[in-house]
């Protein structure tokens, strides 16, 4: 079994791959979904982060903090710094956001690491639909400090248009010049199901509707 499919089978195993009748924010219907709240023991966690971590070095990124979105984003961002530093020996900082600014103590709307003038950050980020969250974080740590976000790191790739007949997460590469990778896409899960599934079927009919050209 390669590193993909053992990625699907932990996400299947823990219940954040499952597969029927769902419907997506943007109003799509679709046959499976994917919803990483449900990672929800150290186990679960401590796995996720690895995968994140092993990503980022097969890509070979230059970086100097992570970032994660409030709220999923927090805790992505956590493990990956720590699977990093525990299984890779490389201790890099992250931070996170608030999503209201605190008015007391050291205020403020980031969380652990500041951002400096000629950081190279990473953004860690569980799916992205239509890629407002990831545009309101560009939007925000610009404003903190004269930064460049050199990549996006996300769990599954869905291969859906964004706004035009490219794929949300390739408007965003071309938008704001970012790499984006992610730990498996649509097409690994519809790989890793058995042949005659009839849920690969579905999940093929669906990319046929609102798959991106580039598939």
Do not use: W
């Not at 720590?82 to 299984?87: I, V």
């Amino acid at each position: 079994m390669n590193k993909k499919h053992e990625f699907i089978n932990f996400m299947a195993e823990a219940g954040v791959l499952t597969f029927g009748d769902f419907t997506t924010k943007s109003g799509r219907k679709t046959p499976y979904f994917v919803n990483t709240g449900g990672f929800k023991t150290g186990k679960h966690i401590s796995t996720l982060g690895d995968y994140y971590a092993e990503r980022i070095v097969q890509s070979g990124e230059k970086y100097d903090a992570l970032y994660g979105p409030a709220y999923k984003g927090i805790t992505l961002a956590a493990a990956t710094a720590s699977s990093l530093y525990r299984n890779h020996g490389i201790d890099i900082p992250y931070f996170f956001n608030r999503k209201e600014a605190k008015d007391h103590g050291e205020g403020g709307s980031l969380v652990g690491y500041k951002p400096k003038d000629g950081d190279r950050l990473l953004i860690i980020e569980d799916v992205v639909t239509a890629g407002t969250a990831v545009r309101e974080s560009l939007d925000l740590l610009k404003k903190i400090a004269d930064i460049t976000v050199t990549a996006l790191f996300v769990s599954v790739d869905r291969m859906e248009r964004g706004t035009g007949e490219k794929s949300t997460l390739d408007e965003l590469k071309n938008e704001f010049s970012i790499n984006v990778y992610s730990i498996i896409n649509a097409r690994d899960i519809i790989d890793s199901l058995p042949k005659g599934d009839a849920r690969i079927d579905k999940m093929e009919a669906y990319l046929t509707e609102y798959g991106s050209c580039s598939i």
